[in-house]
């Protein structure tokens, strides 16, 4: 890596409180460190510790109910005094910023290509239309977007979400910033992507000696491309290290409880803590004949595209969970986790083959029957958020299945809310409480309570923990685990994180483009895959490791496959 010089942009005891219901809450408090001259630099910390606040009151981005003290220092001049003009002229000139979600900060009724030109023309004037679409182009090229004359005429929704975040990038890039703050940028993107993703930034830093301030929760991405770390915790910066020092060597309690809960950062052997050779966790009681919770014949998925073409989503997947097993379903987006998943809850068509959830067939099953699958099903979606009634308490939510599905009301009804409530370890109390008042990881438990209100025979989990930071998410899938094994459900977990698959599942499915290549234990599909697009996917997934995450991005960038 550049050796880094000279400090480009410094944090001097900065200070930021939001007014609050008439009250002054403080967000960060008294943080000071530096950004040096070619260095990458990390900012880690969960949720809420200040971390995105921090970069926004350097670029002036800060809502009104905001007040700031301090100093940020740009080599001599103080962002905190400079007056709009001048904090104009720095944004994107200077500083520019790469947004987490690049699919809401790009303007969906504009062109990709009238954004950029835009952006350059803004702050190079002197450039007439034909040479700022011609610098948008090798823009474009420069972040490796295919065919980018063809890009340019396209809508954001018309990308994908990693050709979404390279635009994000060029659009950063377009001024030859000195400092670019990257927040977030890899969050939600499949794992391939996102090795994509970072590689650019890492070949722009090489190539133009851009200063990068990456802010993330992905220690996987610390490791992989920062040379230095700062974590940040409740506001307040706890430690300052270099990359290497701070995995081998963590100094505050609150570092080496946030290396802890990555999953598989404390195992030296490659194979998890749970042992996958194990035989799964038991059902209920049955002979040889029961039929098993699910099973996947031939499913083909198909939807109706543009001019009336079929889009094919799912071409032929064979899949079955026996009782009490976890099946994780694994690959990049728009491979057909997801779809899979919601034909199993119905929600998706069935254009061909079968789905049979306890012998019954959804395909040919009438609405009485659908209704009794359906009570013997639950699901926890990505997103609790969007997947909860904003107007329901937390109680009607989990609730509700009761409800529905067995006709439970009164006392009874509160007093099974109130258990389920305690079951996912929090308060019975908070049954009056609404979805805003709780925390991301809070709302996942309670729709974890809500999955298993039924006693389900399967659960459906997709995504359970891609937003949630690595404390959270550790939290959330023991809890998971330890509900597993209580009650003894079989569960379909979908998602793109190999190491919460690895830390989770007894046997592993590998999806790519709507087929399964490659299926078999936990175990094996991580140590000995046979698949080429499994080794990718084991390739691309990041590791809490700078060591091996240097020797692997060195084998990439010679040119040699990395396994």
């Not at 409880?257 to 209920?284: C, K």
């Not at 299926?519 to 490791?545: F, H, K, W």
Request: aromatic letters at 4%; hydrophobic letters at 40%.
């Amino acid at each position: 890596m550049t050796s880094a010089g000279r400090a480009v942009l410094a944090f001097e005891d900065l200070v930021v409180d939001f007014e609050v219901g008439g009250q002054w809450q403080r967000a960060v408090d008294g943080v000071s460190f530096d950004l040096r001259q070619g260095e990458v630099l990390a900012v880690v910390g969960e949720s809420g510790s200040g971390k995105s606040v921090t970069s926004l009151a350097s670029i002036g981005l800060l809502p009104g109910n905001a007040r700031v003290g301090g100093r940020v220092l740009l080599d001599d001049q103080d962002l905190l005094t400079a007056g709009r003009a001048r904090l104009t002229e720095i944004r994107g000139k200077r500083i520019a910023m790469i947004f987490q979600d690049p699919v809401n900060a790009l303007d969906p009724v504009f062109t990709i290509g009238f954004q950029l030109v835009e952006m350059i023309r803004r702050h190079q004037p002197d450039l007439d239309r034909r040479q700022a679409r011609e610098r948008a182009v090798e823009l474009l090229r420069m972040v490796e977007i295919s065919d980018p004359e063809q890009r340019l005429r396209h809508y954001p929704h018309q990308l994908s979400g990693g050709q979404c975040q390279r635009a994000m990038i060029a659009m950063a890039l377009s001024c030859d910033p000195e400092v670019l703050i990257a927040d977030e940028p890899t969050t939600a993107l499949d794992v391939t992507v996102q090795q994509e993703v970072l590689d650019v930034l890492m070949a722009l830093r090489r190539r133009t000696g851009v200063s990068i301030m990456i802010i993330t929760h992905d220690m996987g991405v610390v490791a992989d491309v920062a040379e230095r770390v700062v974590v940040m915790r409740q506001g307040s910066v706890v430690e300052v290290a270099g990359i290497r020092d701070l995995f081998a060597r963590p100094q505050h309690d609150y570092t080496k409880a946030l290396l802890a809960a990555v999953p598989g950062a404390d195992r030296p052997d490659p194979e998890p803590g749970r042992d996958h050779d194990r035989a799964p966790v038991s059902g209920p009681a049955g002979d040889d004949t029961t039929p098993p919770p699910l099973e996947i014949d031939g499913l083909v998925v198909e939807y109706r595209g543009r001019r009336g073409r079929r889009v094919r989503a799912v071409a032929g997947v064979d899949l079955r969970l026996g009782p009490g097993e976890i099946c994780g379903l694994v690959g990049e987006s728009g491979s057909g986790k997801s779809t899979i998943g919601r034909s199993v809850l119905g929600m998706a068509p069935i254009s061909g083959g079968d789905v049979r959830v306890g012998g019954v067939s959804l395909a040919s099953a009438g609405r009485a029957q659908l209704r009794a699958i359906r009570s013997r099903i639950g699901a926890v979606f990505q997103n609790p958020a969007a997947s909860l009634n904003p107007r329901y308490t937390l109680g009607q939510s989990i609730g509700e299945p009761l409800l529905v599905h067995r006709g439970v009301r009164g006392a009874e009804l509160t007093g099974r809310v109130r258990a389920l409530l305690e079951s996912v370890e929090l308060p019975a109390g908070w049954a009056g409480r609404y979805p805003h008042e709780l925390s991301g990881g809070q709302r996942q438990r309670v729709s974890i309570a809500r999955a298993i209100a039924l006693e389900p025979d399967l659960l459906i989990a997709d995504e359970p923990t891609s937003a949630l930071d690595v404390s959270v998410q550790a939290t959330v899938l023991d809890l998971l685990v330890s509900l597993q094994q209580q009650f003894a459900f079989a569960c379909l977990f979908i998602s793109h994180d190999l190491a919460v698959v690895e830390q989770v599942c007894d046997r592993v499915a590998v999806l790519h483009d709507g087929v399964i290549v490659e299926q078999g234990s936990c175990a094996m599909i991580m140590n000995e895959p046979t698949d080429p697009y499994t080794r990718r996917l084991l390739a691309a997934a990041p590791v809490p490791d700078p060591v091996e995450q240097a020797r692997r991005r060195q084998t990439r960038l010679a040119g040699v496959f990395a396994s």
